[in-house]
């Protein structure tokens, strides 16, 4: 990718120049003016940072960070006596994902299975202990209807997906694009549709609840815009991909390229919290919390959307009706992970695989089984949206990555006994560790598009959604992987394609 000169004044329309205001006490920097200033030190916001600067070695770049940690939502936490760190974020990607894979190559990371057993999911649902979506009789505490006793989630699913999207497992992104924007499901259009609505109206209501409780996300499998939910889950995957995770866990990836950004020239600021963003004579200034004011001829924000919104508000430029169009489009939902850790992975030989599901508040277990000589960790909390309101009530402010209070550990122990039936000693943990991603009102776990969304229309304009600005979009909430670090990568990608189109 190649990048001309910097963007001149000129280049702008009267019509972008005059939307946007410069800020009260908004001076002009006495620092040289950057090529390109680069919010947000996630997974997004390094890779155009450790692109560009490949790219233009001839450039001013600095890459904003308001926290003092490179990673964003991958957050990797080691602990003493585990084989892995921990991880409060994302925890694994997949072989199939075309980027992440092919960055983790790029970097030398070196990678271990996500799911090191293969053993086949667990379910605890209604007090019934079943085999997870696969089986049919793990839904046999819900008063199915007489055609949906005795099929599985998954079969459950595949029809209701079929309904919505008739043919869908066939569907390329241009055939799912085409049934965005012509189709209808009971008269209405397609799109107006969340899933979880459409499942309501499918399904029974035990059924549709069966679904949510065993696949175990209260956020995707109800407020994800329907259609962009099933090609969410089945557009180009692969069947025979494998989930697997850095060995340094998964926020080497964004460190990796920060790193390699740094020893290529560029520069990285962490505890710089953007709190507005101006527009002077055709470049944009950015004023940060510590009182310094920094001018770069061309931004990027690859923050999370409530950041977003935050520096909206004391920032004209953001406030337009494209930059609204934009950040209407998708919902951000908050998500908690407790993680304990113990001597002995006491849950073998009762939990066959690596992942329980349950209908009570921890909403999903992971167990991560230690080497000889090692500790073992379990995932034992991980819920979302509503499901989070028992542990809300116990959080007691924890910070991130910090033991969880007492009243926490009550309970998950109270709910381990629950989910664990067949055994019989369940040991009180070494330690704990805590991460409520909503808990900063900056942040969220991920997001999803809205019903009523066309999703490819917002693709098209998300990387930077006014055109005369210097101002570029990159976040895994503007991507067709949401929630995944590839979209992060398929976001960046995106905007630093729209940078080379504007001749930067």
Known sequence: ????????????????????D?????????EEPLDLAIVGAGVAGTSIAYRVQRARPDWSIVLFERTDRIGGRLHSVPIEGLDHPIELGGMRYVTSQPRVSALVDELRLRTHPFDPIGGPDRSVLRGIVGGGAGDPEAGRGYQLSPEERGRSANDLAHELFERIVPGFEGLDHDGFAERRATATLGGRRLIDWSIGE???TILSSEASRFLVDIFGYETGGNYFNASDHIEFLFSGGDPSAEARTPDEGMDSIPRAMAARFEADGGRVELDHDLVSIGLDGGATTLRFANGRSVRAERTVLATPLPALRAIAGPSPMLRSAAFERVFDAVTGFPAMKLYLWFDRPWWRPAVPGIR??????PRKHFYFDGRPGSRSALLAMYADGLDLAPWIERYDGAAAGSPAPPAMLDLIQEHLHATHPDVRDIPPPIGSALMYWGADPREVAWHFWRA????DEILEVAPQPEP??????????FSRQQSWAEGALEAARAALERLSQTGA
């Open 1 to 20: 990718m190649r990048y001309g000169a910097p963007l001149s004044a000129g280049g702008y329309p009267d019509s972008a120049a005059s939307a946007v």
């Open 22 to 30: 410069i800020l009260p006490g908004m001076e002009a920097s006495p």
């Open 198 to 200: 459409a499942r309501a």
């Open 356 to 361: 329980t599901s349950t209908d009570a508040p």
């Open 452 to 455: 009523g969304i066309v999703s």
């Open 468 to 477: 005369g600005l210097p101002l570029f979009l990159a976040n895994e909430a």
